[in-house]
């Protein structure tokens, strides 16, 4: 769990180079709000999405957040070349 830039896990976890990647995304996400915007901003899509997918997995997957960092978690150099606010792109669009 990315919090702040902060990631928690668990003891022993082993956390592989896309998972950092998908985890340096969020970190910039959460710069670009002021943190308390990511917050915010995360939960209200969430609960849009909630109604929207009918499923807590569906709504959580497309999250404009989360659809970023999937979609560019093994691009090495993402990070790099992203622009500002990258995770508007996704708002509108629909994942299954």
Excluded at 45 to 54: G, M, T
Excluded at 69 to 78: G, I, R, V
């Amino acid at each position: 769990m990315n919090i702040c830039g902060i990631l928690f896990v668990r003891g022993n976890a082993y956390i592989d180079q896309k998972t950092m990647n998908h985890e340096r995304i969020h970190t910039e996400q959460w710069k670009e709000l002021l943190w308390i915007g990511f917050l915010l901003w995360y939960v209200v899509e969430w609960i849009i999405r909630l109604f929207a997918f009918k499923g807590g997995h569906h709504a959580y997957k497309n999250i404009s957040f989360e659809r970023e960092a999937n979609s560019h978690e093994a691009e090495a150099d993402y990070i790099k070349n992203r622009k500002r606010f990258a995770f508007t792109r996704y708002i509108r669009e629909k994942k299954a």
